[in-house]
């Protein structure tokens, strides 16, 4: 899974509408993890490495990896970030 960011403390992409995704979807996506564990289905999720990203990970395996973000139009301007995959064993 790779929702959209809800992140407070910095600018994440979001021209499309910037209220497409919450602090509260944070919550119903962690909802959704913790049913398809129940279910027994396996699942990867990667998000933004930020205080969001708490909510989503805890209990579950975690690792952060750096990425490279191609959005920007000019491969000078496009930076690394780093995201979080979050995972059920």
Do not use: H, Q
Request: net charge positive; proline share 4%.
């Amino acid at each position: 899974m790779d929702p959209p960011y809800a992140v407070d403390t910095r600018r994440v992409f979001n021209e499309y509408d910037s209220t497409n995704f919450s602090p509260k979807d944070v919550n119903r996506v962690r909802r959704g993890m913790e049913r398809l564990d129940r279910l027994g289905a396996k699942f990867v999720v990667s998000y933004a490495d930020s205080p969001e990203a708490e909510v989503l990970r805890k209990g579950f395996e975690s690792t952060i990896v750096s990425v490279r973000r191609n959005i920007a139009g000019f491969t000078s301007r496009r930076k690394k970030a780093d995201e979080i995959l979050i995972w059920n064993t």
